[in-house]
């Protein structure tokens, strides 16, 4: 009898440790990104278009392009709101 008893209250006890983790983790709801942050991943798309727009290019014009590039997305992170 003491022996079920202990079985049955260690089942109940590893059971209540492997869901209560679940459980809390279900109720945790996720941060919204910041404008900042999805203004910057914005630029920093933009700027991976604008690259491999600029891969298509030879020469003058390729480094002319990066130039570009850089330039704009250095101003786009820049009036990034804060």
Do not use: W
């Not at 089942?11 to 209540?16: D, E, L, N, P, T």
């Not at 279900?26 to 900042?36: F, G």
């Not at 942050?37 to 480094?63: F, I, L, M, P, S």
């Amino acid at each position: 009898m003491r022996r079920s008893f202990r079985n049955t209250i260690m089942s109940v006890m590893m059971a209540v440790c492997l869901i209560s983790p679940v459980a809390l983790a279900a109720t945790k709801t996720q941060k919204q990104p910041s404008a900042h942050t999805q203004a910057v991943k914005a630029c920093n798309d933009t700027y991976k278009e604008a690259v491999k727009e600029a891969k298509t290019k030879k020469g003058k014009e390729h480094t002319e392009a990066l130039a570009a590039a850089r330039k704009a997305k250095a101003d786009c992170v820049k009036n990034a709101p804060k």
